[in-house]
């Protein structure tokens, strides 16, 4: 008996092994990605290359594959820090650093970090993370921040708008009329002499409170202006490249943006129209919005037995306000669920936590998108990403949980019940200071890109390519500069 069992232990484990190497046949895309999970980056980009020498891939099998050798460089590039290099820049923003504290950090997970090839590498905002995660070392800042002017211009700006509304009995309100440059600028590496570069600059598209768009001027010109509702709005421009010299995209560009504010009241609010077509592309999963076990069982410790729309929106709000940490992210084409990434680490950047609240509330069948472009606030001017929600009978209205975890957790130089205000204000309200861009995430260009995207869920930063080979974001430049001008009938 005991022979019959080893007979057939031995004969399972052949199969096994036969199996897992059918496996590693069938499937050499999944080991690539166990290999990189594992730290193995050559033994990866070795899988894919030879994946690649296949002349008889399809062509979208083939883009696929070209995608995640690139994302491995990608990788790469947003961990530059060594064990050494890290603590060098630690000690010049960070007080009487001691090594041994430095060390207590290491130990403690303070540092986003990856196994790369043997080595140990850091996020690049490892230190600027730091002061995020940890705001009781703004103490020991070099050089010394202090926000307390900003804060105080944020409660104002919410104070005003909120006012107005409540005055005219309606959420737009305080129009703005600003003048916008972006200028985009691929470096001289970026592409070879006598080729031309194609480039996509972000532009606002038209919302309730967002129009009157006006291109101003542009170098070169533009070849094709998006539609005023396109949910990824930009201009289609395209250089050639001169010897040794960068290749410089610029526009100048005039619109108007209003504050919102809105003041929903849970018992007027009723469910969306299950039916409603337009609103059901935006109830369901989608890249990034993926209702796992673990999002359903966070949905159901911070919703419960609620069933009020408004008040369950508000709930899932709330809970990223005072349990999630700001953080600057990796490129968002390297995660391949950012929302549960959001949820998993903690911590994540505005975008990250808009998709964090778009999915919970669509788990609770709340329509919900994305919404993104530029905060062009006074002295806090960035990249930003927010959110919508769709609330019967006010319809879609902002929501910005990234401010929401600002005003509870960084304005701490405001009283408890000013740091409340502005996050309530963010719960359907909006200032003036935005330039928006995006309706919605992981969105096609036109004329679609003919290679691979630099940031394949956002658009803020611009895009370019030249023939079919992407130009990534190391290779180019990009400011936005703007002015508030006199406002004019539209």
């Known amino acids: 008996m005991n022979r019959m069992k080893k007979a057939l232990s031995l004969l399972f484990c052949l199969w096994w092994l036969s199996g897992a190497h059918c496996f590693g046949q069938l499937f050499p895309q999944a080991r690539a990605n166990r290999l990189e999970l594992q730290g193995h980056f050559r033994e990866a980009t070795d899988t894919l290359n ?82 995020f995660r940890y705001p009781e070392l703004n103490t020991r800042r070099l050089p010394p921040k202090d926000f307390a002017a900003l804060h105080k211009s944020y409660l104002e700006t ?8 409540l005055a005219e009995k309606k959420p737009y309100v305080l129009p703005k009329r600003f003048q916008v440059t972006m200028t985009v600028t691929a470096d001289a590496a970026a592409a070879p002499a006598g080729e031309t570069i194609s480039a996509w600059l972000p ?45 410089e995209f610029a526009i100048t560009y005039r619109y108007t943006m209003n504050g919102v504010c809105f003041d929903p009241k849970p018992g007027e609010v009723r469910p969306g129209d299950p039916q409603d077509a337009a609103l059901k592309e935006f109830t369901g999963e989608a890249p990034h ?28 709000f709330d809970w990223i306000s005072d349990n999630i940490k700001y953080s600057y992210a990796i ?58 929600v769709y609330m019967a009978p006010y319809g879609w209205m902002p929501v910005d949980p990234y401010m929401g975890i600002y005003a509870m957790r960084y304005c701490t130089d405001l009283k ?18 935005r330039m928006i861009a995006n309706a919605n995430h992981n969105q096609t260009l036109t004329p679609a890109k003919k290679s691979m995207r630099s940031d394949n869920v956002d658009f803020q930063r ?24 006199k406002m004019t009938a539209e």
């Open 416 to 433: 408890p019940e000013q740091q409340r205000y502005i996050r309530d204000f963010y719960f359907g309200g909006l200032d003036q200071y």
């Open 158 to 165: 919410c104070k005003a708008i909120k006012e107005a509304a």
């Open 50 to 131: 030879e994946l690649l020498r296949d002349k008889s891939l399809p062509a979208d099998e083939r883009k696929n594959l070209e995608f995640e050798l690139d994302r491995l460089d990608r990788i790469k590039k947003d961990f530059p820090f060594t064990r050494e290099t890290l603590f060098a820049a630690l000690k010049k923003s960070v007080r009487d650093i001691l090594p041994e504290e430095y060390e207590q950090w290491l130990k403690e997970g303070r540092f986003d970090s990856r196994e790369i090839d043997g080595v140990r590498y850091f996020v690049d905002p490892s230190v600027s993370n730091l002061f």
């Open 331 to 388: 490129e968002y084409s390297t995660i391949r669920n950012i929302s549960d990434y959001c949820r998993t680490k903690g911590y994540g950047d505005c975008g990250q936590e808009a998709l964090l609240f778009i999915t919970l509330c669509r788990l609770n069948g709340i329509p919900a998108r994305w919404q993104s472009g530029w905060n062009t606030y006074p002295g806090a001017k960035s990249i930003h990403d927010w959110s919508e």
């Open 462 to 485: 611009g895009e370019l390519e030249c023939g079919e080979h992407n130009i990534y974001f190391d290779h180019y430049s990009y400011s936005l500069t703007l002015d508030e001008v």
């Open 203 to 247: 532009i606002p598209r038209d919302y309730p409170f967002q129009s009157g768009f006006e291109l101003v001027s542009a170098s070169p010109s533009v070849k094709r202006t998006d539609g005023a509702s396109s949910p990824i709005r930009s201009v289609f421009m395209e250089a050639p490249v001169q010897k040794d010299k960068p290749t």
């Open 289 to 316: 919005v993926v209702f796992t076990p673990e999002m359903r069982a966070l949905s159901q410790k911070i919703v419960g037995g609620e069933t009020n729309p408004c008040v369950i929106a508000k709930k899932c």
